[in-house]
């Protein structure tokens, strides 16, 4: 049977199809893990070249913050109290953007169809956060945290391929998407848009964590179906980070 996209304004099983096609699933890791290999640098390949060589100035915040950024591989280390205040500021820059009618990240038609959800660790974070629900979703138009549930950190931590390092996380933040949301305005490129917009989104992330002294592993090693259960309302995820 030969696959053809459908350019119809209905979000149909295609394209779910197409992005169920490289999730993950317990039933298939050990063939999903795949050997490391050393990355080769490349080559000039016999240009004319100019350098451009620079030193960073670490004593200016921003280049400090970008010369430090990097993907924190080992346990959590947890330098942060995270209390309400602290998600507040995290939140206002690293999506939220304070009061302008602009997000602090580029979105297809500043349509903003990814969702972010911010998933809290009970036993490390202060109980203010985490006391009514820990499965929150974030509402950048009103700067509201909407409590949606709790699920204990045991069973998220679970969602993880690598939950040794879930377990060490004070909170992770999942990106998502109703598929029908954005396929009514860009049909055909919604995939690639929506795409891009979690990787902005992600790297605001990573450089919002260093400024504020906590590290963050963005993972693409999550088992989709049951992190899309977390998180609810049919959502799909598209990336995930953990933070500590």
């Given at each position: 049977?030969?696959?053809?996209?459908?350019y119809?304004?209905?979000a149909?099983?295609?394209?779910?199809?197409?992005?169920?096609f490289?999730?993950?699933?317990k039933k298939?890791?050990s063939?999903q893990?795949?050997?490391?290999?050393?990355?080769q640098?490349?080559?000039?390949?016999?240009?004319?070249?100019k350098?451009?060589?620079?030193?960073?100035?670490?004593s200016?915040?921003?280049e400090?913050?970008?010369?430090?950024?990097k993907?924190?591989?080992?346990?959590?280390?947890n330098?942060?109290s995270?209390?309400?205040?602290?998600?507040s500021q995290f939140?206002?820059l690293?999506?939220?953007?304070?009061?302008r009618?602009h997000?602090?990240?580029?979105?297809?038609?500043?349509?903003?169809?990814?969702?972010?959800?911010?998933?809290?660790?009970?036993?490390?974070?202060?109980?203010?956060?985490?006391?009514?629900?820990?499965?929150?979703?974030l509402?950048?138009?009103?700067n509201?945290?909407l409590?949606k549930?709790?699920v204990?950190?045991s069973?998220?931590?679970?969602?993880?391929?690598?939950?040794?390092?879930?377990?060490?996380s004070?909170?992770?933040?999942?990106?998502s998407?109703?598929f029908?949301?954005?396929?009514e305005k860009?049909?055909d490129i919604?995939?690639?848009?929506?795409?891009?917009?979690?990787?902005h989104i992600?790297?605001?992330?990573?450089?919002?964590?260093?400024y504020?002294?906590i590290?963050?592993?963005?993972?693409?090693g999550?088992?989709?179906?049951?992190?899309n259960k977390?998180?609810?309302?049919r959502?799909?995820t598209?990336?995930?980070l953990?933070?500590?």
């Amino acid at each position: 049977m030969t696959w053809t996209w459908d350019y119809s304004l209905k979000a149909d099983n295609k394209m779910k199809d197409y992005h169920y096609f490289s999730i993950n699933d317990k039933k298939f890791t050990s063939t999903q893990l795949y050997r490391h290999y050393e990355r080769q640098k490349k080559s000039n390949k016999g240009y004319i070249t100019k350098d451009l060589s620079y030193t960073f100035n670490t004593s200016n915040s921003f280049e400090n913050t970008i010369f430090q950024r990097k993907t924190w591989v080992n346990e959590l280390p947890n330098k942060q109290s995270i209390t309400k205040d602290f998600i507040s500021q995290f939140s206002q820059l690293a999506f939220i953007g304070g009061d302008r009618p602009h997000r602090s990240y580029p979105s297809g038609g500043a349509q903003y169809y990814v969702n972010i959800h911010l998933l809290f660790n009970e036993n490390r974070v202060e109980k203010e956060i985490w006391n009514q629900g820990n499965v929150t979703e974030l509402n950048a138009d009103t700067n509201q945290l909407l409590i949606k549930r709790h699920v204990p950190w045991s069973q998220i931590q679970t969602t993880f391929i690598q939950d040794h390092l879930a377990y060490t996380s004070q909170f992770a933040i999942v990106l998502s998407v109703d598929f029908q949301s954005i396929f009514e305005k860009y049909n055909d490129i919604s995939y690639k848009l929506v795409q891009q917009e979690a990787g902005h989104i992600g790297q605001n992330i990573q450089l919002v964590a260093t400024y504020l002294g906590i590290e963050a592993i963005p993972l693409g090693g999550f088992y989709d179906l049951e992190l899309n259960k977390v998180i609810g309302d049919r959502e799909i995820t598209l990336y995930a980070l953990l933070l500590g």
